[in-house]
């Protein structure tokens, strides 16, 4: 069974920086994503960086701030928060892909907070 688990959210003030991670035991999976959800609100993507190669892509409501990364020898992606604005408030989850936009894998997610 595929474990998720993601580390890293807090409080913040506005235009301030966090950095979430997530470990998974193996790292044979096509991609993996951050997501994230406010209350009230569904589930969106905010960015996923594939694990052969590198490749990343974003939502556009993030592209500038949000860096997303992998560390192939830790198990570990990592999404580095930066210029945080209150509307970013969430529960982020990481989740694992096992093709093109398919996410079958979910962690528990981890409540960020952005105060104005």
């Known amino acids: 069974q595929v474990q998720l688990v993601e580390s890293g959210g807090g409080l913040v003030q506005a235009g301030g920086s966090l950095r979430l991670s997530c470990t998974t035991r193996?790292?044979?999976?096509?991609?993996m994503g951050w997501f994230r959800q406010a209350p009230g609100k569904a589930r969106e993507f905010v960015a996923a960086?594939?694990?052969?190669?590198?490749?990343?892509n974003y939502a556009e409501s993030v592209k500038g701030r949000f860096t997303i990364s992998r560390d192939n020898a830790k198990n570990t992606v990592y999404l580095q928060m930066n210029s945080l604005k209150p509307e970013d408030t969430a529960v982020y989850y990481c989740?694992?892909?096992?093709?093109?936009?398919?996410?079958?894998?979910w962690g528990q997610g981890t409540q960020v907070t952005v105060s104005s």
């Open positions: 193996t790292f044979s999976h096509y991609a």
């Open positions: 960086v594939r694990l052969n190669g590198g490749s990343t």
């Open positions: 989740a694992a892909a096992s093709a093109p936009n398919l996410y079958p894998y």
